[in-house]
Structures are given as structure tokens and as C-alpha cells.
């Protein structure tokens, strides 16, 4: 897919209050991190992998990974309001003060540990076959469906979130229609879509198309719980 440049973005900053160092918090027998770097890694239809961190030590973990870390994030789009979008731009134009162009952008999230290479490789494919405006991860929502979600007052009272649309079911789960999430494990994008972009949002476009992935391949790791979850899914070799 060389005639296809698609630049991978694994963002990873320094200042998780969450979760102290969560990015290079050890999973298993090895820092978080390092399994989106293996992804990204295994995939046929990247065309340059970075991190891009404002820590040193998440760089030196990176390089000792094998990922490349051109530069230190700029303090300025590593704070808690910071955006990926913000990363990623940043990202590009270093690579084009330096006479290098991307078609597409990658933006990887090093709390999806579980992310598969040919996931990846299968949004490539679908952005170039069908010319959409973006590619991301969804997952199907097994808990909290809309149609039960309230919302709480401060006397107790309890009212509808949504609307729930009529002749739909919300009593059943089993007759609940299907409903999924944005995932976060990555957001793909051309190049133009992503450097237009100003503000908020995920800028997905109008066409946005999306690769299921299954409830392991899904996880999002962002609690101590969801580590919890994580190791317990190794442990007992449900993660391919």
C-alpha cells in the first residue's frame, strides 16, 4: 500500500490523573503502551508509526519498544483539555515542515491494548475502497442501553434520558434494538479533513464508517477496574 501514506499518531501524555503513569502502567508482563505498539507494528497498511508523548520516560519506553519519537509534545496540546485533534495536527505539520505528506492520519489510543493489526488494516482498506470522510471503532453496548438510561434530581425523581421512539420495546433487553458506542481505540482520517478541522468534536464527517470490534477487542482501559478487567482477560488467554 505504498501509492497510500497513512501516518499511525500513538498518543500518550505524561500527566494521567486517573491512573498515575497509566500509558506505561505494567499490564501482564509489560507496559501498557507497548501493546498498541505491537499493533500498530503487525499492520501491513501503515506507512510511519510515531509516539507522540510531552514525557520523557514514555519516550524512552517507546524507543526501547521499537516505536520512533521524533519530538516532546509541546506543553501546550499535553494538558488534561488538550485534543487528539490538537496531536495529530501538530503531527502532520511537523512531518510537512520537513517535506513529508500523509493521505491519512491514524490516531491510536494506548488504552485499547487489545486492538488487532488486521482491525486496523481492515479501516485502511475500507477508507481507500469506499472514499469516506472517516473510519473508527465501535463496539456493541451490552449495558445502559438508552431506552433505560433516567435522569436523577436532586429529590429523588427520576425521568427519561431519550425519548424512547414509539413502538419500541425498552422493557426487554432481548427485544431492545441493537445500539453501539464509539470505542476510542482509533479514529482514522484523510489528511485535509483532519488539518480543516477547528474546535471540538471527533470530525468524523459525514460519511464515517466504522469497524465492530467484540467486547475484549473493545476494552478501555481508564480505571483501576478496567486494569482489573484487562489482566483478568490475559490470565485466562481470552486475548488472541
Do not use: W
Not at 12 to 19: E, L, P
Request: proline fraction near 5%; charge should be negative; charged fraction near 25%.
Amino acid at each position: 500500500m505504498t501509492d497510500f501514506k497513512v501516518l499511525a499518531v500513538i498518543a500518550a501524555r505524561g500527566g494521567s490523573k486517573g491512573i498515575p503513569n497509566k500509558n506505561i502502567a505494567p499490564l501482564g508482563d509489560k507496559p501498557l503502551l507497548t501493546y498498541m505498539i505491537e499493533a500498530a507494528h503487525g499492520a501491513k497498511s501503515l506507512s510511519k508509526v510515531i509516539l507522540s508523548t510531552d514525557s520523557e520516560r514514555i519516550a524512552d519506553i517507546g524507543r526501547t519498544h521499537g516505536v520512533e519519537v521524533p519530538f516532546l509534545r509541546p506543553s501546550g496540546i499535553a494538558q488534561d483539555l488538550s485534543t487528539l485533534m490538537e496531536v495529530n495536527q501538530h503531527a502532520v505539520r511537523f512531518y510537512e515542515e520537513r517535506g513529508e505528506t500523509f493521505d491519512a492520519v491514524m490516531s491510536l489510543q494506548p488504552t485499547a491494548p487489545f486492538l488487532k493489526s488486521a482491525t486496523i488494516d481492515k479501516a485502511v482498506e475500507m477508507l481507500r475502497a469506499t472514499n469516506c470522510d472517516s473510519v473508527t471503532s465501535i463496539a456493541q453496548l451490552t449495558q445502559c442501553h438508552p431506552q433505560i438510561m433516567k435522569k436523577f434530581e436532586n429529590d429523588g425523581a427520576i425521568t427519561n434520558y431519550l425519548e424512547i421512539p414509539p413502538g419500541e420495546l425498552a422493557s426487554s433487553r432481548q427485544e431492545r434494538k441493537p445500539v453501539y458506542f464509539l470505542t476510542g481505540s482509533f479514529y482514522l482520517r484523510p489528511t485535509e479533513l483532519l488539518m480543516a478541522h477547528e474546535g471540538s468534536g471527533h470530525a468524523l464527517g459525514r460519511d464515517s464508517r466504522a469497524c465492530l470490534l467484540d467486547e475484549i477487542e473493545a476494552t478501555d482501559i481508564n480505571t483501576l477496574l478496567d486494569f482489573t478487567i484487562a489482566e483478568c482477560l490475559l490470565d485466562r488467554g481470552l486475548v488472541s
